[in-house]
Nanobody
């Protein structure tokens, strides 16, 4: 059984920063690519960022490029999402996900395991 637990969500003013964390247990974290997705009220879940198993490759949604950074620490079984210059439109529940594919992938269909999500609210 794979478990992913997100942390670090909260309320922040526009222009501010937050760092989300996702702790993984129950599987070989270091051989899995990881991703972050988000879902705003009334909208479909969308891709935010992904990182390959080694951390050597990343990819981002156009809406967050230059503002968000995904990283991982395999010795801590943790992946992070540093979010800077936050905007009200970044408000959503953010989900961490793990994939059996080693490269950084953007489609939710490639992810096998999901966390429960953490709320991020950006006020204007």
């Amino acid at each position: 059984q794979v478990q992913l637990v997100e942390s670090g969500g909260g309320l922040v003013q526009a222009g501010g920063s937050l760092r989300l964390g996702c702790a993984a247990s129950g599987r070989s974290f270091s051989t899995s690519s990881m991703g972050w997705f988000r879902q705003a009220p009334g909208k479909e879940r969308e891709f935010v960022a992904a990182i390959s198993w080694s951390g050597g490759s990343t990819r981002y949604a156009d809406s967050v490029k230059g503002r968000f950074t995904i990283s991982r620490e395999n010795n801590k079984n943790t992946v992070y999402l540093q979010m800077n210059s936050l905007k009200p439109e970044d408000t959503a529940v953010y989900y961490c996900a793990a994939s059996d594919i080693k490269t950084a992938v953007g489609s939710s269909r490639n992810y096998n395991y999901w966390g429960q999500g953490t709320q991020v609210t950006v006020s204007s």
